[in-house]
């Protein structure tokens, strides 16, 4: 059946892109190429004539956009454009026209790019229209949008295809007019507090500033290898010393790490310095700031995000991460005094932590494991350790810890702010301890830059500073899920990434696996050593084994879990309409952005397991292939088309 339904269907969507080109050569063979025409006067947009319609009522207006829609009529016909605004229809009559543009208006396609001029008018229904009087082909789409009812939906496929997302999704188009208005809105606040913005190097020798590893380069010309910057922070402290008391930068930084629903390997960054004020001077500006934007932006300080509602008008609380930890994971530092101790107590705890690990790491690992999640409201959680902050003064009282603070809203780090280390003496024996921390394996690790501490010795005034998480503050005040939903253009796999890598593994390469799952050339691989990986071993019977309900599921959302190389967490539609959670071992072969839209196999009447703290209610089917003449195995997830819905059950 599956065969019969793409026989039909490939064949007409290649026959409707034929006749489009079969359109647009005769559209060039008469004379009438649209992709001569060079402009178009578009006096107005689609919102303007609607919002405004007493005052634009019968006043002659030209609008230009892409059809969505058209009925043709016999003598009269209606069409609907878009452009940036939203969509306005237009009453196209033969007479209005002439009959040869009524011709051509008959033989346009949905995707064609016009332009409309005529009257404003209110037809019978009710409907804010323009009466044509001319209808001008600007360009001709010889590609087939998404069907109108079902739209784009595909995750996969609408970040790769951002440009048809935009067209046939309106929301998504108006995040991003939102995305743009919010840093509109911060560029304002900030101009009006007396910050300057500047722009500073991408491409650097150092990738200093933040706790990541980099992307590295070669330069050509200077047969010198470069990174990308995966902070803004040195340089703008270098405009400080040079006497610019306030200074931001929005930009892209670059870290080279995994990709989940709050990460992407390259993302916007602002930062900001500020001159005589220190971390508690950070604080308040940030509260003024998210309030702004969100009054302007939205026209409210209440949010709602998931269901949890957020208020920025309220004053932000204010707690230690000493605090915190003991507040939520019951645990009072102040009583650890060691090394050891703290040892003992991740320990207790079941916290992994590596032999480089300081009490202050340690004490870090408790706040991410037991703390972030419950930080809903605005929250600054103040006085990090000295061993995560190279780059942060001291706090004169108690050297152990730093006057840092993270800013949180809904669990999430949204910025990260200092009273700034401007003692040089100081910051070098900073880097050195970094520089042993990387010996030791913390690839993400500071190197010491000599250049920053030359401009240290210069002399840096008190400062505070603070970088702000762009991306997460957009996801927050549009309602976006992931990260990618506020990126225009966010980091991808290339689809044909495993041939490039010359992964024999790959199911779509070596098997050409067809829309039923059927391999169409199976004679290319040796199954001789595939095996469905061992459920139980020897542990249940048949009879047991047989109760088991094995599931289609569709991968709504996939994270790497937080402190483990291994495990995946898959947040999967399993066709009840309640999300579950399943949780796999399967980092070392895949990435979580590859699964996202995928269809699965799992056991779905399992009880659930704790791994890592989280409830795992199920487990996915995967394949082994044992590798000859080797220990080494390859694993594939179960795969299947995804036509067959969630929730079908396997028999």
Known sequence: MGDQQKNTQEPDVNQLRKVRREKLADLQANGKNPFEITKYDVTCHATDIKENFEEMEGKHVSVAGRVMQKRVMGKASFCNILDLSGNIQSYVARDSIGEDSYKDFKKLDIGDIIGIEGEVFKTKTGEISIHASAVKLLSKSLQILPEKFHGLTNTDTRY???????????????????????????????????????????????????????????????????????????????????????????????????????????????????????????????????????QEVLGTTKIVYKGIEMDLGEPFERITMVDAVKKYAGVDWNEVETLEQARELAKEHNLEFEERHKKGDILNLFFEEYVEEHLLQPTFVMDHPVEISPLTKKKPENPNYVERFEFFMNGWEMANAYSELNDPIDQRERFAAQEEAFAAGDEEANHTDEDFL????????????????????????????????????????????????????????????????????????DFSNVKVEPLFEEEVDFDTFSKSDFRAVKVKECVAVSKSKKLLQFTLDDGTGTDRTILSGIHSYYEPEELVGKTLIAITNLPPRKMMGIESCGMLLSAVNNLKDSEDEELHLLMVDNHIPAGAKLY
Do not use: W
Request: proline share 3%; charged share 25%.
């Open 454 to 525: 030359n401009a240290l010795e210069i002399g840096m005034p008190p400062t505070g500073g603070i970088g702000f998480g762009i991306d997460r503050m957009c996801m927050l005040l549009t309602g976006a899920e992931a990260i990618r939903d506020v990126l225009l253009f966010p980091t991808m796999k290339s689809l044909d990434s495993d041939k490039k890598a010359g992964k024999s593994g790959a199911v779509e390469e070596a098997t050409a696996n067809d829309n039923n799952g059927f391999f169409k050339d199976n004679a290319k691989i």
């Open 160 to 294: 790769r295809q951002r440009y048809v997302d935009l067209i046939v999704n309106p929301e998504v188009r108006d995040t991003f007019i939102k995305r743009s208005r919010i840093i509109s809105a911060v560029r304002r606040y900030l101009d009006g507090q007396g910050f300057m913005e500047v722009e500073t190097p991408m491409l650097v020798a150092n990738a200093g500033g933040a706790a990541a590893r980099p992307f590295e380069t070669h330069f050509n010309a200077l047969n010198e290898d470069l990174k990308l910057r995966i902070s803004l922070e040195l340089y703008l402290k270098r405009l400080i010393v040079g006497g610019l008391e306030r200074v931001y930068e929005i930009g892209r930084v670059f870290r080279n790490e995994g990709l989940d629903t709050r990460h992407n390997p390259e993302f916007t960054l602002m930062e900001l310095y500020q001159a005589y004020t220190d971390y508690n001077g950070m604080m308040d500006l940030t509260e003024n700031l998210y309030r702004h934007v969100a």
